[in-house]
């Protein structure tokens, strides 16, 4: 599973930390110490001689990702469109394919539209100028747009509303659950089939409320329940005020509680599955 956090969502959470409404950047932003994902105008390359990055566009080195190419690309996977060369028992295309080509060779240049690992220069393609990559632009500085894992850097402010902003946005990130599929061993019944549909439904996005936001939703909690006692002083509430407070303080309470315990029962229905630590 794979989650991505917006930037420009952590970004405006981090203007509103300050009253100037600004976002100052005191770092460079990083995601679990690497470089976030960015659009480049041209293209970009990897931060370092030799390494591999991900690419949304042409890449004249692939590691591995699928491409997109009439004039044909050298390809290991599924072809859609016509294989020149052998195809093996499982259907991979080992030759040329012209056409979409679900997993390149190592080292086949992509002129077309690739997908996935490159290590060597990716450029825009089709009618955007722009090209989106965890890797340095080769021009301009580029503009982040997502991160993928823990984002460190970014704007100077207050530590605690950094945490808050970090957390909401990791418990917002857009989650990508790999396909699977469950079947039943031998004959199943009207029943068994429906229960099969419903899980093959419904696992994927218990898996990234538990495996993808999960952590992050139950920071946001705690951190509202922390910020919640800081707020409730008698001295500057006033009667009326501490005792709203008080529930206030009570409700936000319950809702960690069921947060944290929706977590602790959703992880062995995953693990039951084979899904998850």
């Known amino acids: ?13 981090h203007a509103k930390c300050d009253v100037s409404g600004k976002c100052e950047a005191k770092a460079e932003v990083r995601c679990d110490g690497k470089l976030p994902t960015v659009s480049c ?10 390494g591999t990055f991900q690419c949304k566009g042409s890449c004249d080195v692939t590691v591995k990702g699928s491409c997109t190419a009439q004039g044909g690309v050298d390809c290991q996977g599924k072809c859609q469109g016509t294989c020149t060369g052998s195809t093996d028992a499982e259907g991979n295309c080992k030759g040329s394919c012209e056409g979409t080509c679900a997993a390149t060779a190592p080292g086949a240049k992509c ?9 060597g220069t990716c450029t825009a393609t089709g009618p955007s100028a722009n090209v989106e990559c965890n890797a340095k632009c080769t021009t301009s500085p580029g503009k982040p747009i997502k991160c993928d894992g823990k984002v460190t850097g970014g704007c100077e402010v207050d530590a605690k509303c950094n945490a808050n902003c970090d957390a ?18 031998g004959a199943a019944s009207a029943n068994l089939e429906a229960a ?17 936001r999960g952590e992050a ?10 910020s919640a006692d800081v707020m409730l002083d008698p001295s500057k509430l006033g009667p009326k005020g501490f005792v709203c ?3 206030v303080v009570s409700t936000v309470a319950v809702g960690v509680r069921n947060v944290q315990a929706s977590l602790e029962a959703g992880r062995p ?3 039951l599955v084979g899904v998850g630590p």
């Open 1 to 13: 599973m794979k989650c991505s956090a917006s930037l420009d969502a952590r970004a405006n959470c």
């Open 217 to 226: 939703m139950g920071d946001v909690a705690e951190s509202f329940r922390s």
């Open 168 to 185: 909401s946005v990791q418990a917002k990130a857009d989650c990508q659950v790999k396909p699977f599929e469950i079947k039943a061993q």
């Open 245 to 247: 407070g008080a529930l």
């Open 111 to 119: 002129e077309g539209s690739f997908e996935g690992e490159c290590s």
């Open 196 to 212: 099969i549909a419903s899980l093959q439904v419904h696992l994927p996005k218990l898996a990234v409320a538990v495996l993808g």
């Open 41 to 50: 105008e041209g293209g970009c390359k990897a931060e370092v001689e030799g």
């Open 269 to 271: 229905v995953l693990r």
